[in-house]
């Protein structure tokens, strides 16, 4: 048997009140709010996650193709391109670099239209504990520390320097023909 209540109404048929559901309502808006709030962070950081991600992949890939070739091909290492190669000697100091381009997906070219991310490469004939004598008489070095710089956004005809606004990261290694 079930007890009246004061309202006259059985406790089977009692609904929520007016003040119950606004409360409700108002703790929902406040979570979605928040959670909402949250979006614009959380995009930008993907965002930045992806650029940090594909530069460490463009330079990775770079390296690559050098470290490959330098045992046989040390004076004309041939990077290749989507839209053709390019040519590097590290028998010399790269002085201006050579700028590539890299779109979103990390393929190189030499052409700023469409890219994502500017990358200029230069190198140092200077190694410490690879001091070759011939090196800077003869331009016959066995070593050479290569740095690979990546910038985003890329700004066309900047060079190996990165403007306020952009963001960079370097990544250093020694390629030796041996």
Not at 32 to 50: D, K, N
Not at 63 to 91: C, E, H, K, W
Request: net charge neutral; glycine share 8%; proline share 8%.
């Amino acid at each position: 048997m079930t007890r009246p209540i004061a309202s006259g109404q059985t406790g089977d048929t009692r609904g929520f009140s007016l003040a119950e559901v606004v409360i409700a309502l108002g703790v929902i808006t406040v979570g979605i709010v928040a959670v909402l709030g949250v979006f614009p962070t959380a995009l930008q950081t993907g965002h930045s996650a992806q650029d940090e991600t594909r530069a460490a992949h463009i330079a990775q890939s770079i390296f690559g193709s050098l470290v490959a070739q330098a045992p046989s091909q040390f004076n004309s290492v041939q990077l290749p391109l989507s839209n053709g190669v390019t040519q590097i000697d590290l028998r010399t100091t790269l002085s201006p670099a050579v700028t590539l381009y890299a779109d979103n997906d990390g393929k190189l070219t030499n052409s700023a239209t469409n890219a994502t991310y500017a990358v200029p490469i230069y190198t140092n004939t200077s190694v410490p504990g690879f001091n070759d004598p011939n090196c800077a008489v003869l331009g016959t070095c066995s070593a050479n520390q290569v740095t690979v710089r990546v910038l985003w956004p890329p700004i066309p005809g900047q060079g190996p320097t990165p403007a306020p606004n952009q963001t960079f990261r370097d990544y250093v290694r020694i390629v030796s023909k041996y």
